[in-house]
Nanobody
Framework: QVQLVESGGGLVQPGGSLRLSCAASGSIFSTNAMGWYRQAPGKQRELVAS???????NYADSVKGRFTISRDNAKNTVYLQMNSLKPEDTAVYYC??????????????WGQGTQVTVSP
């Protein structure tokens, strides 16, 4: 059984910063790509940033230059450093991971989501 547990969300003023963390635990054989998605009220879930096991990154245009994704492979943890936050970044942020378990079954896993609110 695999679990993704997120932390680090909260309320921040425009221009502020937050750091999200997501730790994968359980019967993990290997971790492939990991990423962060977000969903604002009334909108579809969208990719924010992703990172491969080798460290190659991809960002949504709306967050380029402000957000940085990183990972610690030894800890099966992915981070999202969010700087210069804007009200339009307000959303529930979800961690995603492409994992293989000890039975060599590969699947997508999701965290429970963490709320990020950017407001004066």
């Amino acid at each position: 059984q695999v679990q993704l547990v997120e932390s680090g969300g909260g309320l921040v003023q425009p221009g502020g910063s937050l750091r999200l963390s997501c730790a994968a635990s359980g019967s993990i054989f290997s971790t492939n790509a990991m990423g962060w998605y977000r969903q604002a009220p009334g909108k579809q879930r969208e990719l924010v940033a992703s990172i491969t096991s080798r460290g190659n990154t991809n960002y949504a245009d709306s967050v380029k230059g402000r957000f940085t994704i990183s990972r610690d492979n030894a800890k099966n943890t992915v981070y999202l450093q969010m700087n210069s936050l804007k009200p339009e970044d307000t959303a529930v942020y979800y961690c995603n991971a492409d994992l293989m378990d000890y039975m060599l079954r590969r699947a997508d896993y999701w965290g429970q989501g963490t709320q990020v609110t950017v407001s004066p």
